[in-house]
T-cell receptor, first 112, second 112 residues
Framework: KAGVTQTPRYLIKTRGQQVTLSCSPI?????VSWYQQTPGQGLQFLFE???????NKGNFPGRFSGRQFSNSRSEMNVSTLELGDSALYLC???????????FGQGTRLTVV | DQQVKQNSPSLSVQEGRISILNCDYT??????FLWYKKYPAEGPTFLIS???IKDKNEDGRFTVFLNKSAKHLSLHIVPSQPGDSAVYFC???????????WGAGTKLIIKP
């Protein structure tokens, strides 16, 4: 079956702009989590959605938001981009939280 | 406060030898542990997991050991191969949030 698909793969934005990233989970997976990875850092948890509801949120400012649609596809949005937002953004889907998560290839966001 | 710690940012091992990657955790509620492997510009891929009811789990060249009293787990790769060069993340779940909590990763370099 198809894996987790993230679009776009690469993105360059300027400071102050906003960006929307998309994630299509594995069919049948209802939990979608988003992570930020910066050089030298582990995976920083952003938020997790399950059945269109945000169940958990990490320690990120309100500029980072997300949503999940009825088909489990998820989007995350970052408004008023800052240079420090440059990172690899990873989406992971799983049957439910705490179980094995399958990751997409990520979206590499560069803010200039 | 980091609940999952990988204290070695990097590890260099000769091809054919054993690679041992370590992970410590602080939350005694964790009862499920996973190891992921990540190549540059790709999402992490699941390697192996272990439940707290076991102290060892093997899958081919990969073995994970869990020492609950020490709150420590390790991943052994035998024999190490060049393709094993990657960043390895350990993750844990089982507290009330049932979120996967990630370590910062260890970069494994296999020398020919």
């Amino acid at each position: 079956k198809a894996g987790v698909t993230q679009t776009p793969r690469y993105l360059i934005k300027t400071r102050g702009q906003q960006v929307t990233l998309s994630c299509s989970p594995i069919s049948g997976h209802r939990s979608v989590s988003w992570y930020q990875q910066t050089p030298g850092q582990g995976l920083q948890f952003l938020f997790e959605y399950f059945s269109e509801t945000q169940r958990n949120k990490g320690n990120f400012p309100g500029r980072f938001s997300g949503r999940q649609f009825s088909n489990s596809r998820s989007e995350m949005n970052v408004s008023t981009l800052e240079l420090g937002d440059s990172a690899l953004y990873l989406c992971a889907s799983s049957v439910d939280r705490g179980t094995e998560a399958f990751f997409g290839q990520g979206t590499r966001l560069t803010v200039v | 406060d980091q609940q999952v710690k990988q204290n070695s940012p990097s590890l260099s091992v000769q091809e054919g030898r054993i690679s041992i990657l370590n992970c410590d955790y602080t939350n005694s509620m964790f009862d499920y542990f996973l190891w992921y492997k990540k190549y540059p510009a790709e999402g992490p891929t699941f390697l192996i997991s272990i439940s707290s009811i076991k102290d060892k789990n093997e899958d081919g060249r990969f073995t994970v050991f869990l020492n609950k009293s020490a709150k420590h787990l390790s991943l052994h790769i035998v024999p190490s191969q060049p393709g094993d060069s990657a960043v390895y993340f350990c993750a844990a779940s089982g507290d009330s949030n049932y979120q996967l909590i990630w370590g910062a990763g260890t970069k494994l370099i296999i020398k020919p």
